[in-house]
């Protein structure tokens, strides 16, 4: 069992950066991969990054690419997302997401923290 609590969102303004923490609880907290999503008004939930529990691989959206940063702290057991470059359509709720190696689909799942970006 995983047990996700991020923070660190709040207003920006465009073309500012801000970095979203997410505290992991549970032992096996090193052998998920963990992810971020965001949930836009109005529109569905979207896949940001995600980060791999061994190598640490990475990937993104496109619509993130280059501005966004996915990082793990084992030590800390914490992701963290470095976002520079701030639109105003990155708007949303964010939320830290993490799944099994064996699963295809994040079962666990964060409150989320809203991040407002001002044009």
């Known amino acids: 069992q995983v047990q996700l609590v991020e923070s660190g969102g709040g207003l920006v303004q465009a073309g500012g950066s801000l970095r979203l923490s997410c505290a992991a609880s549970?032992?096996?907290?090193?052998?998920?991969?963990m992810g971020w999503f965001r949930q836009a008004p109005g529109k569905e939930r979207e896949f940001v990054a995600t980060?791999?529990?061994?190598?640490?691989?990475?990937s993104y959206a496109n619509s993130v690419k280059g501005r966004f940063t996915i990082s793990r702290d084992k030590a800390e057991n914490a992701i963290y997302l470095q976002m520079n470059s701030l639109k105003p359509e990155d708007t949303a709720v964010y939320y830290c997401?993490?799944?099994?190696?064996?699963?295809?689909?994040?079962?666990?799942w964060g409150q989320g923290t809203q991040v407002p970006v001002s044009s």
């Open positions: 997401a993490a799944r099994t190696l064996r699963s295809t689909e994040y079962a666990y």
């Open positions: 980060i791999s529990p061994i190598a640490g691989s990475t």
């Open positions: 549970g032992r096996t907290f090193g052998m998920y991969f």
